[in-house]
T-cell receptor, first 115, second 109 residues
Framework: DSGVTQTPKHLITATGQRVTLRCSPR?????VYWYQQSLDQGLQFLIQ???????AKGNILERFSAQQFPDLHSELNLSSLELGDSALYFC??????????????FGPGTRLTVL | DAKTTQPNSMESNEEEPVHLPCNHS???????IHWYRQLPSQGPEYVIH???SNVNNRMASLAIAEDRKSSTLILHRATLRDAAVYYC??????????FGTGTRLQVFP
């Protein structure tokens, strides 16, 4: 158990809909990261937040957005969903930010299926 | 971000040592070498990291070539639970992880 929790575990929805994925980082971790894992693209970094502020952005679509709240939990919002958004979404957390050595601890993921 | 090259798959028998290679010929002086693994149906988990010297921890050892253009993750005695995809990742002064395709390790009893 990494200490990172994600809800829900599974999500099934229809095209055009909007969903919210939730992540609670390990106690004491200030950074939260979101990754997407699909069969054709592999594991891809989406976005990082550090202590409530956006720190780094990766291959995140404009239809997707995220935020980190004062209690450090984070939400990833996916809107106007398409079939291709079906994937596993992982959240990870680490103590700090902008360092080549910070270990990231990953949650169990949310499996999103768009029908 | 500098790229890494790993074999697509490797096989091992239980209780034998496993050497997982990674080539990173364009590594820069400040890049750390990280290894993560992803067990079936789980999120990735940290294994080990190093900069220049060889490193050991309870999970594995990391052997880094003198020119740093390659490294090897060593599992001293593979168990069935070590069957996973192993990712070799270079990290500079950044926190994001750039995953490649990794090496799928199969362990046979």
């Amino acid at each position: 158990d990494s200490g990172v929790t994600q809800t829900p575990k599974h999500l099934i929805t229809a095209t055009g809909q909007r969903v919210t994925l939730r992540c609670s980082p390990r106690s004491g971790d200030l950074s939260v990261y979101w990754y997407q894992q699909s069969l054709d693209q592999g594991l891809q970094f989406l976005i990082q937040y550090y202590n409530g502020e956006e720190r780094a952005k990766g291959n995140i679509l404009e239809r997707f957005s995220a935020q980190q709240f004062p209690d450090l939990h984070s939400e990833l919002n996916l809107s106007s969903l398409e079939l291709g958004d079906s994937a596993l979404y992982f959240c990870a957390s680490s103590v700090g930010a902008t360092s080549g050595v910070n270990t990231q601890y990953f949650g169990p993921g949310t499996r999103l299926t768009v029908l | 971000d500098a790229k890494t090259t790993q074999p697509n798959s490797m096989e091992s028998n239980e209780e034998e040592p496993v050497h997982l290679p990674c080539n990173h010929s364009t590594i820069s002086g400040t890049d750390y070498i990280h290894w993560y693994r992803q067990l079936p149906s789980q999120g990735p988990e940290y294994v080990i990291h190093g900069l220049t010297s060889n490193v050991n921890n309870r999970m594995a050892s990391l052997a880094i070539a003198e020119d740093r253009k390659s490294s090897t993750l060593i599992l001293h005695r593979a168990t069935l639970r070590d069957a996973a995809v192993y990712y070799c990742i270079l990290r500079g002064n950044t926190d994001k992880l750039i995953f490649g395709t990794g090496t799928r390790l199969q362990v046979f009893p």
